[in-house]
């Protein structure tokens, strides 16, 4: 299979390659060298229709294609993405710039995950059934929803793109799939490896393209029944202003500003290695990363030393080094928008503790998109700063005295996507999780994925929920058949 990057890329519509009906293109940015090194179709309406046409003609056969079938050929794309781990991570860091070890330890295991989870889910998905005093017998019968929209972000490209598909093909549906047109080139490479793989034409469709041009063609689609979307909390809200009169189901994925709480009776070299990791992982591009740092008082100022210090020694840097614990930020937009706010909370008066510049590595990333990871304090929990979403290596430290502060500062912000808790005290532990506004808590680990659970937000952080038996329930429709006996 030849997964070499071309320098057009195309869209994967009725299950061939083919560009864009405009003949217009985007530019593809490695952002480690802010050089251009190939072209993403900038499709519009005229390939999302034609995509729908191919998902309408599968639809019929792949709908009631035995599960044992559909088992077989998402399994057999899990190991394909397996077979190409070197080839796929590469093309991700040079898409997204982050470190390629990070790829090849976490973004494409993660996505083949998604295939092998959902290959065998759906072998195991079973409904319910309701016994009225032997009368009636009401079972749920869950079907397809039919064509589906699947929309994408740039930050763990392959592994969100897949997360969503995979969940959908196995229930049965026909897609159209749309990956972040800043980092579209792994989900090229996943069209070559579902050819590959012998999945039937038109079950799955990706049309490559920007959000108010493909993406909205998607959105407003009246024959796409279903769309989940993961990315923005803005890009949401308009997707929802959309779809809703269209009574389309939805999921919708956004935007964070996760609480970290750490408590002072936490097991301390735990709680630090992985508080690096949470604050700074994927140039802190990871929605679940935690942003808003609460420390109890008693332990701040030893915290405080020790965090800043060991954020000094994360090295910045060419994402193809195995040294570079931070690779580059993954456009030049983005790059400025994270430079504005560490302005912003500047002029809010904050205090940089670290970090706080751009970084212009020798060689080959010079011109790269490069952000020391920066470490802000000061800031009351009102402030932009510890409002807004930054989305990149800022954090900001605040103290609280008792659980109680910790909780009012936890959930003062109206994003509620993730939390993480760090306390030996279980009682504390579940008291805590219990009340942070927040669909995701970890407790003394963070990041620790089992498939099976719900995965999904509150507040300004989404609607729905992803994850195991979810995403199937989201991608079929419930029928309840009532049979009098
Ligand atoms: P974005 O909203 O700009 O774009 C996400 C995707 O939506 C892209 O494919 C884009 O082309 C498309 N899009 C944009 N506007 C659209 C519209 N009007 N109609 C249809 N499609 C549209 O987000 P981004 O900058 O790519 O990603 C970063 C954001 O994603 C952050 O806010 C982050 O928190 C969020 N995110 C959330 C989760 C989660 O699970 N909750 C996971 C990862 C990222």
Not at 88 to 116: H, Q
Not at 197 to 214: E, Y
Not at 381 to 395: D, H, K, L, Q, S
Not at 442 to 464: A, E, H, I, Y
Request: proline share 5%; hydrophobic share 40%.
């Amino acid at each position: 299979m030849d997964l070499a990057i071309p320098y057009h890329l195309e869209n994967y519509i009725d299950g061939a390659l083919a560009p864009p009906s405009n003949g217009k293109f985007i530019e593809n940015i490695n952002p480690a060298t802010a050089e251009v090194f190939s072209h993403t179709p900038d499709s519009d309406d005229t390939d999302i229709e034609l995509a729908v046409s191919a998902a309408k003609k599968a639809f019929a056969s792949w709908s009631v294609t035995p599960v044992e079938e559909r088992f077989k050929v998402l399994n057999k794309i899990a190991e394909l993405i397996d077979a190409n781990l070197e080839t796929l991570a590469l093309a991700e860091t040079t898409d997204n710039g982050k470190p390629l070890w990070l790829s090849k330890r976490v973004d494409i295991p993660r996505a083949s995950s998604n295939f092998r989870f959902f290959a065998t889910g759906i072998l195991h998905f079973s409904t319910e059934s309701h016994n009225m005093e032997d009368k009636v017998i009401n079972y749920t019968l869950r079907q397809p929803v039919g064509i589906v929209g699947c929309i994408s972000p740039w930050n763990l490209p392959l592994y969100l793109f897949t997360w969503k598909i995979a969940p959908a093909i196995a229930a049965g549906n026909c897609v159209i799939a749309k990956p972040s047109e800043v980092t579209p080139v792994t989900a090229y490479l996943l069209s070559k490896i579902c050819i590959e793989a012998g999945l039937p034409a038109g079950v799955l469709n990706i049309v490559h393209g920007t959000g108010p041009g493909a993406g909205e063609a998607i959105v407003k689609h009246p024959a796409i029944k279903a769309i989940s979307f993961t990315g923005s909390t803005r890009a949401g809200e308009r997707i929802a202003s959309l779809a809703a009169p269209k009574f389309k189901k939805l999921s919708l994925e956004l935007g964070g500003k996760n609480p970290n709480i750490i408590f002072a009776d936490c097991d301390w070299k735990k709680m630090m290695d992985t508080t690096l990791r949470s604050s700074f992982a994927n140039q802190g591009q990871i929605c679940l990363c935690g942003s808003r740092i609460l420390v109890e008082e008693f332990i701040y100022e030893k915290f405080k030393a020790e965090f800043v210090e060991r954020t000094q020694q994360l090295t910045v840097g060419d994402p193809m080094d195995p040294s570079s614990k931070q690779g580059a930020i993954v456009s030049k937009v983005h790059f400025e928008k994270v430079m504005k706010c560490i302005e912003t909370a500047k002029e809010e008066g904050g205090t940089i503790l670290c970090g706080g510049n751009a970084v212009r590595p020798e060689g080959r990333c010079a011109n790269g998109y490069f952000i020391e990871p920066t470490i802000i304090e000061g800031l009351g929990p009102a402030c932009n700063t510890n409002v807004e979403e930054i989305f990149g290596p800022v954090v900001t430290l605040q103290s609280f005295r008792n659980e109680e502060e910790a909780l009012q500062l936890a959930n003062e912000c109206n994003y509620g996507l993730a939390a993480t808790i760090w306390t030996q005290d279980i009682s504390k532990a579940n008291r805590v999780a219990a009340k942070v506004e927040a669909g995701i808590i970890w407790v003394n680990c963070w990041l620790v994925r089992d498939l099976r659970t719900p995965f999904g937000g509150m507040k300004n952080s989404g609607v729905g929920r992803e994850g195991g038996w979810e995403a199937l329930r989201f991608f079929t429709e419930a029928k309840n058949v009532c049979v009098e006996i």
